[in-house]
Structure formats: structure tokens, C-alpha cells
């Protein structure tokens, strides 16, 4: 019998199948909080326990293959799955300044850890790397979460710390929903990583009808809709998603999705040169976000090998973004963070593959 990885189960799971079930949550903060490598390191699991542990479950899903640093702090990271597949995420460290109460500078850190859902893509975007190599699988729910837990682990990040995380990795995390949503909750365990539903983003290709089933959860996760676009023909070039689910079906989804009050959804918008940076896509994005309360993340195209679009201008980004201000749109740009490492996910696989095969 093939085992079973114990990072699949959420708590109430496991109390289900260990007895005493009060051993889980034991279990639980020894993987999640204590970083444990294996079920003997469980100090206070009696010994049966741990043999059942050892011949019933594994423990860890993933191998780190490789690692690179860039220079601004972000490390992107590969791993090897059981099958040998490999995915990959990036730990994006933000550095912030904020006064004490006696007024004193402090610097801290934030974390940010960007995380795949599955393994390739369907969805096919033509600029994305991850689209054109293909959909090889879903990712398990203990593939999900431990590129989380094995980075924090590899980083020495505390387990109090707080993290953020966002699927904007490899993958389309409303195709694999059923066990994204398990590693949501599993996320959200306070005796696990505990971290809060509203600290997860989901960023989906806007595949309408998924986002409605997301809103249904109603897990309390974040929202981001990948736009890049404001007319449905240059959204079909792009994303031939936008076949069947256009950007009116996804703004409606949008309307209906329940935030927070205090937060908003987030539209991402990659621009291309000559394609999408003039100003008369953003007077028609703001008309389109209209209504919604939005948050807009421009994001300078990374060309890459193979690829016929080109990075903007920044000074194009820069009028884009003055225009969405202007008109009343919140709106940010995505720094580039890890260029030299390759910014965009799909990259540094993509590139890992090639040297293999030179
Ligand atoms: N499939 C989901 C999840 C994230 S996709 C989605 O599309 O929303 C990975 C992210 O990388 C997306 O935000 C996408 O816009 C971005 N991306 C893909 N190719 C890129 C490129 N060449 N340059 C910059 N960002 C890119
Ligand atoms: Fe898939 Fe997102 Fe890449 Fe499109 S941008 S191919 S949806 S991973």
C-alpha cells in the first residue's frame, strides 16, 4: 500500500484517523510549528503512535533542487516532486520602515512566498512561460503547502512570523480548487501556520464560473483577476481563456464575490508595448472597474526567449498608472522584483530544462 502524505489532511482529518484525536493538533504544531524532518523528532508522541506514523503517512512531498538569490533579496526556488515533475515558488522578502512608540526608526521585514497550484498550465497564455510549456498535473494539497513550510523552514523564518502568500506561481488555482481550498484552510489552522484567509490571494485567469464557486466557500481569501486587457479581442489573443469566459462574465463575477470591507480586489494588468500602454485602455479600464471596489497592479511584461512582445516603457507604465490615480483607481506597480533571476514564473524552470538538455 502506497502511503499517504500526512500534509493532506487538515486538522479535523486527522483527528478523525489518529486516536486520541488531541494527539492531531500535537502532530500538527510539531510539522507546522517545530519544522520537524520526521515523525521520531515528535517528542511527546508515544512511541506506538510514531511507529503507526511512520508506516501509515510521509512527511515531506517536496525536494529543493535548486535556489537562486537576486540581488534585491527575492530567492526563487525549484522543487522536485515524487515524480520527479518539478515547480517552483519565490520568497519575496519587502523591507519596511516604521516608527516605534518612542518614535524611533525600525526596520522589519515582511514576507511574501508566491506559490504554484499546479504543475504546467491549461489555460495557455501567449505570454507566459508556464502556458506553453504545457499541463502536466494538479498539485496535492501537501504540495501546495509545503513549498510554504519548506521555505520558511529553509529561510529560519519563525513560525510567528507573519507571511503572506499568493498563487501567482505556476498554475491556474481555480482549476486544482478543490485542493486549493484544502490548502487554504490547512494555511489558516492556528495550530498550523496560522495564516489568516485574508493574507492568501487568490490570482486566477478569470475563469468566471470558478470564481463563483470560490465566492460560495466564502473562505475569505483574497481575489486577483488577471485582466491585461480591456476588449475582448485583445484579451483572446492573449488568453484564449477569454473564448469562453469574457471580461463581462468576469466583472460580474467580480460584483458578486464577497470582500472584506476593509479590502478590495486586485486587477493585474500586464503591459506590453504597443499593445495595451496607451491611455485609451486606461480611461476604458477605469470604466470598467466602475463599481467595483479595485485595486490595479501594472506589471511590466518580462520578454523572455521565444517571445514577440516587448517590456513597456516606463515612462508609458508611469502615465498609465497617473491616469487610473487621476480618475479615482487605486493603483500600483509591481516592482520587478528578481529580474536577474528571472522575474516571471516559469522562468527559471524553463531555464533549468534548457541547460539540462545542452
Ligand atoms: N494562473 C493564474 C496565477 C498566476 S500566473 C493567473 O494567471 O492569474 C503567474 C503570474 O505571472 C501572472 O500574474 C502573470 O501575469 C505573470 N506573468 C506571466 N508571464 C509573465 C511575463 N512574461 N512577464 C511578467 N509577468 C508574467
Ligand atoms: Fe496559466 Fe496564469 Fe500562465 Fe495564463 S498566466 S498560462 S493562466 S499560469
Known amino acids: 500500500m502506497s502511503k499517504i502524505n500526512i500534509l493532506d489532511y487538515t486538522k479535523d482529518e486527522l483527528s478523525q484517523k489518529i486516536k486520541p484525536s488531541f494527539r492531531a493538533k500535537q502532530i500538527y504544531e510539531w510539522i507546522y510549528k517545530q519544522y520537524v524532518n520526521s515523525f521520531d523528532e515528535m517528542k511527546n508522541i508515544p ?26 533579496g527575492s530567492k526563487k526556488y525549484l522543487f522536485v516532486l515524487d515524480d520527479g515533475l518539478t515547480m517552483e515558488s519565490v520568497l519575496l522578502p519587502m523591507k519596511k520602515e516604521q516608527h ?26 501567449s505570454f507566459c512561460l508556464t502556458g506553453k510549456s504545457g499541463f502536466f498535473r494538479n498539485l496535492t494539497t501537501s504540495e501546495i503547502t509545503s513549498q510554504v513550510l519548506m521555505i520558511k523552514k529553509d529561510n529560519g523564518i519563525a513560525q510567528n512570523r507573519r507571511v503572506n502568500i499568493v498563487f501567482m506561481g505556476m498554475g491556474e488555482p481555480l482549476d486544482n480548487l478543490e485542493n486549493v481550498q484544502k490548502a487554504v484552510k490547512i494555511f489558516s489552522d492556528p495550530s498550523g501556520l496560522a495564516i489568516g484567509p485574508r493574507r492568501q490571494t487568490i490570482s486566477t485567469s478569470g475563469l468566471s464560473s470558478q470564481i463563483k464557486k470560490l465566492a460560495k466557500m466564502d473562505l475569505g481569501v483574497l481575489l486577483a483577476i488577471s485582466l491585461h486587457a480591456v476588449d475582448d479581442v485583445l484579451r483572446e489573443e492573449l488568453m484564449p481563456i477569454n473564448k469562453a469566459y469574457n471580461i463581462e462574465s468576469i466583472i460580474n463575477a467580480v460584483k458578486e464575490f464577497p470582500i472584506d470591507a476593509r479590502k478590495r480586489v486586485m486587477f493585474e494588468y500586464l503591459v506590453i508595448k504597443d499593445l495595451n500602454d496607451d491611455l485609451k485602455s486606461a480611461k476604458k479600464l477605469v470604466k470598467l472597474l466602475n463599481g467595483i471596489k479595485a485595486k490595479v497592479n501594472l506589471i511590466f511584461f518580462n520578454p523572455h526567449i521565444g517571445s514577440d512582445y516587448q517590456r513597456p516603457e516606463t515612462k508609458d507604465v508611469l502615465a498609465f498608472q497617473d491616469y487610473l490615480l487621476k480618475h479615482g483607481v487605486l493603483c500600483t506597480i509591481r516592482e520587478s522584483k528578481g529580474l536577474d533571476i528571472s522575474a516571471a514564473c516559469g522562468q527559471l524552470k524553463d531555464r533549468k530544462e534548457k541547460n539540462e538538455h545542452n
Open 47 to 72: 512511541k506506538d503512535l510514531k511507529k503507526e506514523l511512520n508506516e501509515k503517512y510521509n512527511l515531506m512531498p517536496l525536494k529543493i533542487a535548486t535556489v537562486e538569490e537576486s540581488r534585491d
Open 100 to 125: 516605534d512608540k518612542e518614535g524611533n526608526l525600525k526596520h522589519h521585514t515582511r514576507y511574501t512566498i508566491c506559490i504554484s497550484s499546479q504543475v504546467g498550465c491549461k489555460i495557455g497564455c
